[in-house]
């Protein structure tokens, strides 16, 4: 599938991502849409541009949801906006190089879930590791592999 468009749930995204994704919106000149419900700063670009949405419980994911086509790339940490923009024709890819497909976004909704639970029950899950060197070039080979389609 050629991509189109990128989207970015830029408000947890981090910034060694972005900048990944700016020289790729750049190299083969494709839009890339940071939405976040903050002042995002991005380089001047033709191909760049940023979206703010007010503040609240998945508005910037609603506002990804709503306006995601077939042929557009997400990139995003948030599994239930990844299993909302799959069905559309949406590909969606994670901060750390994990392609979702409709093959995995189940299974991937379920573990959420779970430990949603155990922390809502009162158990220490911790979070996510940091953002290693591996995942980030985990990420720019994915992309660069979907970007080459």
Not at 43 to 66: C, E, H, K, L, M
Not at 104 to 121: A, E, P, V
Request: one cysteine or more; aromatic letters at 6%.
């Amino acid at each position: 599938m050629k991509i189109e468009q990128i989207w970015v749930d830029a408000d947890a995204c981090p910034k060694v991502i972005k900048e990944i994704l700016y020289r790729a919106a750049e190299r083969v000149r494709i839009a890339l849409i940071l939405v976040a419900n903050q002042p995002l700063q991005v380089p001047g670009s033709r191909y760049i541009r940023t979206v703010q949405v007010g503040a609240g419980f998945d508005i910037a994911d609603n506002y990804i949801v709503q306006r995601a086509q077939p042929g557009h790339l997400v990139i995003t940490a948030d599994i239930p906006l990844a299993a909302e923009v799959i069905p559309k024709g949406c590909l969606a890819l994670s901060p750390r190089g994990d392609l979702y497909t409709e093959e995995n976004i189940r299974q991937r909704l379920n573990m959420r879930d779970f430990m949603d639970t155990l922390r809502g029950s009162g158990i220490q899950t911790g979070g996510p590791a940091a953002l290693s060197q591996a995942d980030r070039q985990a990420f720019a080979n994915q992309l660069d592999r979907l970007l080459a389609c």
